[in-house]
């Protein structure tokens, strides 16, 4: 799978963001997705995985409730609606996806849950 992701910019406290992560390879559709962050002197950190189905999906406890995710599999996209941007939400973002047990996400998610990494986009919240 190779991923592609787009949407970052430029944001003012309270503001809203969707990014967009477009997959290719033939087994998107049977792979589940999520989204990490990274923010300077930080380790990657997750923000929100989908099932392969898109009816099962978890969040970070620092997102619930401002960020969405979702998939749309007949366009091979993965997207991260962010609301109430905080400057602390300002960091690189990163697609993943990983074919293995796609029904199934994990309540405890390192980098090492993924096998497939996109290029990052960089959301940059100021207050």
């Known amino acids: 799978v190779q991923l592609q992701a787009s949407g970052g910019g430029l944001v003012q406290a309270g503001g809203s963001l969707r990014l967009s992560c477009v997959a290719s390879?033939?087994?998107?559709?049977?792979?589940?997705m999520a989204w990490f962050r990274q923010a300077p002197g930080e380790e990657r950190a997750f923000v929100a995985s989908i099932n392969w189905s898109g009816g099962s999906t978890v969040y970070a406890d620092s997102v619930k409730g401002r960020f969405t995710i979702s998939r749309d599999n007949a366009k091979n996209t993965v997207f991260l609606q962010m609301n109430s941007l905080k400057p602390e939400d300002t960091a690189v973002y990163y697609c993943a996806a990983d074919p293995r047990q796609p029904w199934r996400l994990e309540l405890v998610v390192t980098t090492q849950t993924y096998s497939y990494w996109g290029q990052g986009t960089q959301v940059t919240v100021s207050s």
């Open positions: 390879g033939r087994t998107y559709t049977s792979s589940k």
